[in-house]
């Protein structure tokens, strides 16, 4: 298996984070595996906050209905992207899996919090002064993790088919 497919499936959904602080550089890198992420017609329609504040951190906990642990992280990206663009949420998706894939290559964790469609999303979006036209895509607290639970996964014959849809 290559580094990339081993990244790609080691990397898990994680809660619960050491208070140990993310370097910089590793930040860096993360934004920018996303910043590279494909767009619709290369629009590249996003903008990523970076939160550390421990209060607003507790404030998004606060608000996400499922993601009370994002107080406890060392901090928190928010993935906005500009909702002029016709595939904004599709180019977000993939910026925001490129973000948390970034992360993992350097160990750090994350956990995807679902932004789009959710009734806090208009108040985080105010919260941290993103400008109108702009739509929470998600919100991916990151730390080393303190603990990895292994789910089992599907089979790939029980999730695949060939050219057409048969029940078995």
Not at 12 to 24: F, G, H, L, M, Q
Not at 109 to 120: D, F, I, L, R, T
Not at 144 to 161: H, L, N, Q, R, W
Request: charged share 25%; glycine share 8%; net charge neutral.
């Amino acid at each position: 298996m290559n580094l990339g497919v081993t990244i790609i499936k080691g990397r898990r959904s994680v809660r619960n984070y050491k208070d140990t602080p993310i370097p910089a550089n590793v930040v860096r890198d993360a934004i920018d595996c996303a910043r590279q992420a494909p767009t619709a017609r290369n629009e590249q329609p996003w903008l990523f906050g970076i939160i550390t504040d421990t209060g607003i951190l507790a404030k998004l906990a606060e608000l996400a209905d499922h993601g009370k642990f994002i107080a406890h992280a060392p901090l928190c990206f928010a993935v906005f992207s500009d909702t002029s663009h016709t595939y904004y949420l599709e180019d977000g998706c993939a910026a925001t899996d490129q973000l948390i894939l970034g992360l993992w290559a350097h160990g750090v964790a994350s956990c995807w919090v679902a932004g789009e469609k959710k009734a806090y999303a208009e108040t985080v979006r105010t919260l941290l002064n993103v400008p109108e036209g702009y739509a929470l895509i998600s919100l991916i607290p990151a730390g080393y993790p303190a603990e990895i639970k292994i789910v089992g996964k599907k089979d790939v014959a029980d999730i695949t088919f060939r050219e057409r849809w048969e029940s078995k």
